[in-house]
């Protein structure tokens, strides 16, 4: 039975496809308007949509919706737009695959459909993935378990009866057969299992559970845990199960998958999409009979406009305040909460926006030294970016959430001249005001030209000493008298699009160090030297890059705007459109899109 509540007056598909045109116009996605109908309209309805927004905006439908949604919520949708058979050759497909390869997810499709159904959707995969779902089974499934194979092979080529009549003879006959198979010998004859359980109607295996029960005085089920193991006891338990009582096995499935530390969202979705227009309203009965609780509550999904809503409106106080709130009232962590109830972009975006500023700059630099994740780039520009006292707080912050010294991992992750400026920027105390020694600055700036663009090869040294050691300000003065004496920026010197190679060659020279390592060097001296002269169009430049070209690099646009919007977004604002003549709001806006999108135009707040 469909548990899909389809509005009493009909509605018109190109009036459904008109109205999400809408939703995926203006500042985000509106992803509620777009559950709201879709999750409302049957197949055929959901398909007729799809004909009528192409014939309307010469677009494919999921193709628009893949890129307005994200996530968890991106994955249900575009599954429940598949008609019921393609959805099955879709996830199989899928879970034969060797980034999401998942054999349990291709048995429980497989072993819990009947016959017609397995038919049906093996010859969409063959016309939609141009390759038989027996070929796929045999290439994929080698190596894990003969019996299981041959299990499914048996189970997706045998045409079983679908009816109701059971011949009660031959289905002791069966019990006895398995017995022997089974529980009555050393060993298992596996063989005779698959034959039973590939061959025999659901009916027939119920009626065969039934006497095997009271011959030997306990189930089937308990006969298969004894007698087999892995996949393969897992493919007959979901023949057998479903063949008894398909309802119960699914709530189950759906139990286990929302149990203990976090959630099995691809189980999830898989069971909730795929039985929605078949068996739920069973499903659901049988959960809240055997776990004594709802599956579904009105408020069943995460309001994400809402969490959007109030967290990108609130300081860091308030949302410090808000998380002890919250725990006060729930005795549940929030992070914790958001972390399940978000995915994507988004939750990266919301996890980062609600720590302090300090703990954002700990987390961003400690991914960033993962070797998962290792990212030097993003860890020069946290610590190159800040000031000496900033530094000196996410340090701390970063010990005792981590358990380890920043100087630590740098030691370990950073080479060359790179760590030598980055430690040496991590642990000296610079002066933060403002008054300069003109005199000294001068002395600077003939010491550096010296160390580089006088000499034959670059004393790396004098650079790191002096970018380590003078406060901005004085940097500052450095350039100016650098471009005075010599007749350009200092930023030359090392820029990267300077005809002086000098630095590089230099460090070339020294065999520990790899060319790219050259280049994290002199992008450490430049990001220390722009933010000396001028934070908010350094920044306005990172953005523009991370928006620039094919594809959006989401990690720093999260980064940027997530960690600078409580500081000076609003002078990145203003030098980002006098530079590029586009309002920030508007660049941030073409490149993303959802709830991720609404999120960071949020945080960046009106274009002016």
Not at 520 to 535: D, K, Q, S, V, W
């Amino acid at each position: 039975m469909s548990t899909v509540s389809i509005p009493a007056t009909p509605i018109s598909p190109r009036e459904d496809a008109v109205c999400l045109h809408k939703a995926f116009k203006g500042f985000g996605c509106d992803s509620a308007t777009v559950v709201s109908i879709l999750a409302h309209r049957d197949a055929m309805q959901r398909n007729l949509i799809q004909q009528e927004y192409r014939a309307l905006y010469s677009e494919d439908l999921l193709h628009r919706l893949s890129k307005e949604l994200t996530g968890k919520l991106e994955d249900a949708v575009l599954l429940w737009m598949q008609d019921p058979a393609t959805r099955d050759a879709v996830i199989v497909r899928q879970a034969l695959e060797g980034e999401t390869f998942d054999l349990r997810a291709v048995s429980e499709v497989i072993c819990s459909r009947t016959p017609s159904q397995i038919q049906i959707f093996k010859q969409i995969f063959h016309s939609k993935f141009g390759s038989y779902l027996e070929h796929d089974l045999k290439q994929r499934v080698d190596g894990y378990g003969n019996h299981f194979q041959k299990l499914l092979l048996a189970y997706v080529s045998i045409q079983r009866y679908e009816g109701l009549e059971v011949d009660r003879v031959a289905a002791e006959n069966d019990a006895k057969a398995l017995y022997k198979a089974g529980e009555k010998k050393l060993g298992t004859d596996e063989d005779t299992f698959i034959r039973i359980f590939s061959e025999r109607s659901r009916a027939h295996l119920a009626a065969v559970d039934a006497a095997y029960n009271s011959m030997y005085g306990h189930s089937l089920d308990k006969a298969v845990k004894k007698e087999t193991s892995g996949l393969f006891e897992f493919a007959l338990l979901t023949i057998l199960r479903c063949a008894k009582n398909p309802a119960k096995y699914f709530a189950k499935e759906l139990r286990k998958a929302m149990k203990g530390l976090g959630t099995d969202d691809r189980t999830l979705i898989r069971v909730i999409v795929t039985r929605t227009e078949l068996d739920m309203q069973y499903i659901k009965a049988e959960y809240e009979k055997k776990f004594k609780g709802v599956l579904f509550n009105p408020g069943f999904g995460c309001d994400t406009t809402t969490v959007v809503n109030i967290l990108a409106h609130r300081d860091a106080m308030q949302r410090g305040l808000i998380q002890q709130e919250y725990r006060a009232l729930y005795s549940e962590d929030l992070l914790h909460r958001l972390s399940k109830e978000l995915s994507g972009k988004l939750e990266n975006a919301v996890l980062l926006w609600m720590q302090d500023p300090a703990a954002r700059d700990a987390i961003v630099v400690r991914q960033a030294l993962q070797p998962d994740t290792l990212d030097l780039r993003a860890a020069t520009e946290v610590i190159c970016s800040r000031t000496p006292s900033q530094i000196q707080i996410f340090k701390q912050i970063y010990h005792s959430r981590f358990g380890c010294y920043l100087e630590h991992d740098l030691e370990r992750h950073a080479s060359g001249d790179h760590k030598k400026l980055l430690l040496a920027y991590v642990r000296i105390q610079r002066y933060e005001g403002f008054e300069v020694d003109r005199m000294a600055a001068e002395n600077d700036a003939k010491a550096l030209y010296k160390a580089g663009e006088k000499r034959l090869g670059t004393d790396e040294n004098t650079f790191i000493r002096i970018f380590s050691e003078r406060s901005r300000a004085h940097l500052a003065a450095v350039d100016a008298a650098y471009t005075s004496m010599y007749g350009h920026s200092l930023e030359k010197v090392f820029g990267p699009n300077t005809c002086n190679t000098q630095l590089v060659d230099s460090l070339v020279f020294w065999k520990a160090i790899k060319k790219e390592t050259s280049g994290l060097f002199g992008y450490a001296l430049l990001t220390i030297l722009r933010c000396a002269e001028n934070p908010a169009k350094y920044f306005a430049k990172v953005l523009r890059k991370a928006m620039k070209g094919l594809g959006t690099d989401d990690t720093t646009l999260i980064r940027v705007i997530v960690t600078r919007t409580e500081l000076d977004m609003q002078y990145i604002k203003a030098e980002y459109e006098k530079k590029y003549k586009k309002p920030l709001v508007d660049a941030v806006h073409s490149e993303t899109s959802g709830h991720y999108r609404s999120f960071l135009l949020a945080l960046l707040g009106p274009k002016h």
